[in-house]
């Protein structure tokens, strides 16, 4: 079944820096990589995603880039604000039964 | 408009209880999930319903796991003889049809005593 590693476990940027988180994943087949942000106590929010027939995709400060052949995917975000800090995790899934399968999450720390 | 509600927001049992966890997905959403998550890990994946069926339920960790969908909207997620190891936070999701973008709720906090 499918796998996916998330690096690094914590992370910790200085405000106004970029923050970058990996994922790989193990199933040639998965075809749609979503990212979310979980806040303490809450529910995972979805901040952005990518379908495996995009190489890139960008909104305002995040931006999420997936190389198929490698079998990896990356968030990056830019300007990091103190509102980031959060945990965030990145998901795999495959058409054919939309169930993701997470990493075990980045927790990003930004430094004032 | 109203996002994936889940309710109790936490619940406390002794161990053997049964206990019901609900979910109410939004508003049109035809897919549904469950997922569990433990404390600093990624969620995992219990079952999937498309409709009133659990299409997919291969997560589900043994027989004392069992959820329902009666009317295509509101689920419950119904666990029987807990364990202290069915501690977590059990997640709903929902989706609306043809996508695959999943919605979160806030979560059930279960603590088994």
């Known amino acids: 079944g499918e796998n996916v590693e998330q690096h690094p476990s914590t992370l910790s940027v200085q405000e106004g820096d970029s923050a970058v988180i990996k994922c790989t994943y193990s199933d040639s087949a998965s075809n749609y990589f979503p990212w979310y942000k979980q806040e303490l106590g809450k529910g995972p929010q979805l901040i952005i995603d990518?379908?495996?027939n995009v190489g890139e995709k960008k909104d305002q400060r995040i931006a999420v880039t997936l190389n198929k052949t490698a079998k990896h995917f990356s968030l990056h975000i830019t300007e990091t604000q103190p509102e980031d800090s959060a945990v965030y995790f990145c998901?795999?899934?495959?058409?054919?039964?939309?169930?993701?399968?997470w990493g075990a999450g980045t927790k990003l720390i930004i430094k004032p | 408009g109203a996002g994936v509600s889940q309710t109790p927001s936490n619940k406390v049992t002794e161990k053997g209880k049964y206990v019901e966890l609900r979910c109410d997905p939004i508003s049109g959403h035809t897919a549904l999930y469950w997922y569990r998550q433990s404390l600093g890990q990624g969620p995992e994946f219990l079952i999937y319903?498309?409709?009133?069926?659990?299409?997919?339920d291969s997560g589900l960790p043994n027989d004392r796991f069992f959820a329902v969908r009666p009317e295509g909207s509101v689920s419950t997620l119904k666990i029987q003889r807990t364990e202290r190891g069915d501690s977590a936070v059990y997640l709903c999701?929902?989706?609306?049809?043809?996508?695959?973008?999943?919605?979160f709720g806030p979560g059930t906090r279960l603590l088994v005593l």
């Open positions: 999701a929902s989706s609306p049809t043809g996508s695959e973008t999943q919605y």
């Open positions: 998901a795999a899934s495959r058409d054919s039964n939309y169930q993701l399968i």
């Open positions: 319903f498309q409709g009133t069926g659990a299409a997919d």
């Open positions: 990518i379908r495996s």
